[in-house]
């Protein structure tokens, strides 16, 4: 075979496969036309899903074009389309995030309108990490973690947040709403816990969901900056009074809320069975001891 022709046969199969991979994450979103409705007459999607209309039986049109009971976002397309024997199916791609009003132009004034509520794809984040005092070896004492989706370059701004309820494994989904697909550090932060980043830059793309695991390697964080408890790498706690380092100051407030008895959802519960006592201050004492810090890039 002729060096052009295979180049040919190359050139193909990867523009074969960009179809395949631009198409996987779309979906084509069905509506019924028949009995003087679309059914169902409201729809969600997100940019890139394709609605197309069935015909059942009847004429009828699916019709967004600016005139009276149809609307779209600026900047999306218009259309109208038969729906009828000869004509029986019409398929639009949403490429515009917004509200689309459709009708058939027989039957709008009677009902026979539609809504199309289209969103932009989320950036996912399936994220596993544990608190060094709520990990008892086998379950974590669930709480909640904030995190940050930070750019990858200097000064590092905070790009997107969200908050978590970890599960006794450590494992939650964050949806971030204005995030673009892009890379960047991942920044999780907990009440009384040491910041920690992500040891490099991950890629998210919307549209699909990222997975990320501290707990499987010091090197998961920036610095290596986790504690290895029962087989899984962990958040460093103590950092109670939330300057970033443990020390004299947070041993404090713990020792503080322990003289107390304090209990309940608070900052000193290091451990996170609603109890301030001697097993929450040994954890700030020994990370004070050993100067722990967060580290950034």
């Avoid at 996912?124 to 909640?144: K, P, R, V, Y």
């Avoid at 006794?168 to 816990?193: C, D, K, M």
């Avoid at 020390?247 to 290091?270: E, H, K, P, R």
Wanted: proline share 3%; glycine share 8%.
């Amino acid at each position: 075979m002729k060096k052009s022709s295979k180049n040919l046969i190359i050139s193909l199969f990867l523009f074969a496969l960009f179809i395949i991979c631009k198409n996987s994450f779309s979906t084509t979103v069905n509506v019924s036309v028949s009995n003087f409705q679309f059914s169902p007459s409201s729809i969600s999607v997100l940019i890139g899903d394709t609605v197309r209309w069935n015909w059942l039986n009847g004429s009828h049109t699916t019709t967004c074009d600016g005139s009276a009971l149809t609307s779209r976002p600026p900047g999306a397309a218009s259309w109208n389309s038969n729906i009828n024997s000869v004509s029986t199916t019409f398929a639009y791609k949403v490429t515009v995030a917004g509200t689309y009003n459709y009708k058939c132009i027989p039957h709008g004034a009677g009902g026979m309108v539609g809504v199309i509520n289209a969103s932009a794809p989320m950036v996912t984040l399936s994220l596993t990490s544990l608190m060094e005092g709520f990990w008892n070896g086998t379950a974590l004492n669930q709480d909640t973690v904030k995190v940050y989706l930070r750019n990858q370059t200097s000064p590092y701004a905070i790009v997107d947040q969200a908050k978590v309820k970890l599960n006794s494994a450590g494992t939650g989904t964050l949806q971030f709403s204005t995030a673009p697909s892009g890379n960047y550090y991942i920044a999780v932060v907990h009440r009384n816990s040491i910041e920690t980043w992500s040891k490099l830059p991950q890629s998210f793309t919307a549209g699909t969901t990222k997975t990320y695991n501290f707990t499987t390697g010091a090197a998961q964080a920036f610095g290596n900056n986790m504690l290895l408890k029962s087989g899984k790498f962990v958040f460093y706690g103590g950092d109670v009074v939330r300057d970033g380092t443990v020390d004299a100051s947070d041993i404090s407030a713990v020792d503080n809320d322990a003289t107390l008895s304090l209990s309940g959802y608070v900052v000193s519960d290091l451990t996170g069975d609603d109890f301030v006592d001697a097993q929450d201050l040994a954890i700030a004492d020994n990370n004070a001891t050993n100067g722990i810090s967060t580290i950034v890039p």
